[in-house]
């Protein structure tokens, strides 16, 4: 079956933390793809990242950073030195062929960056 | 367009009514997703669309809601004898398959329903 956990509901840092957002999968495919998405307080979803189940490099964009490890299922997200402007909701994605690809997501974790 | 496009933004409805949503995605895109957003909550999965198809429909809540796809682009959520727990943002998304591009799904501005 298809799982995406995300237990962190809310975390709160203040500003120039490092937070990490974790992000816990369950799939029966060997072919999948997790996604991270960012939905400010304006409300629209903003793709962040994308990483395939056969490609286990750890990424980093600027601030963000990504840490993918099949052997626990997991594709955590970490901010360094956050601001304010990282507040948002964070969802993890994981989407696998079913006929089609479909993606369902984890119930997402608020971060609040408090200057 | 540019972007998916949903319609209406806002719609307010009295309960037992039928409302109908619209998608149309981005040109190209084969698939198509519905979710739906609670206040301050994640996202629920509704349906999702390869093409005119739908192979998988488990996320619909009840008999009451169903979707469908014509000519591989523009699709129509409807809801039948609305209640006032159907009150979300529905959101819907396409996205081309991940084989061939990113995979990434786009999304559209959602549209909300209130149902009084």
């Known amino acids: 079956a298809q799982k995406v956990t995300q237990a962190q509901t809310e975390i709160s840092v203040v500003e120039k933390e490092d937070v990490t957002l974790d992000c816990v999968y369950e799939t029966r495919d060997t072919t999948y793809y997790l996604f991270w998405y960012k939905q400010p307080p304006s409300g629209e979803l903003v793709f962040l990242i994308r990483r395939n189940s056969f490609d286990e490099q750890n990424e980093i964009s600027g601030r963000y950073s990504w840490n993918f490890q099949k052997s626990t299922s997991s594709f955590n997200f970490t901010i360094t030195a956050s601001q304010v402007v990282d507040s948002a909701v964070y969802f993890c994605a994981l989407s696998e062929n079913t006929g089609g690809f479909k993606t369902i997501f984890g119930a997402g974790t608020r971060l609040f960056v408090k200057a | 367009g540019a972007g998916v496009s949903q319609s209406p933004s806002n719609k307010v409805t009295e309960k037992g009514k039928d409302v109908e949503l619209r998608c149309d995605p981005i040109s190209g895109h084969t698939a198509l997703y519905w979710y739906r957003q609670s206040l301050g909550q994640g996202l629920e999965f509704l349906i999702y669309?390869?093409?005119?198809?739908?192979?998988?429909k488990s996320g619909l809540p009840s008999d009451r809601f169903s979707a469908e796809r014509t000519g591989g682009s523009v699709s129509t959520l409807t809801i039948q004898r609305t209640q006032q727990e159907d009150s979300a943002v529905y959101l819907c998304?396409?996205?081309?398959?991940?084989?061939?591009?990113?995979?990434?799904?786009?999304f559209g501005e959602g549209s909300r329903l209130t149902v009084l």
């Open positions: 998304a396409s996205s081309s398959p991940p084989g061939l591009a990113n995979g990434e799904l786009f």
């Open positions: 669309f390869q093409g005119n198809s739908a192979p998988d």
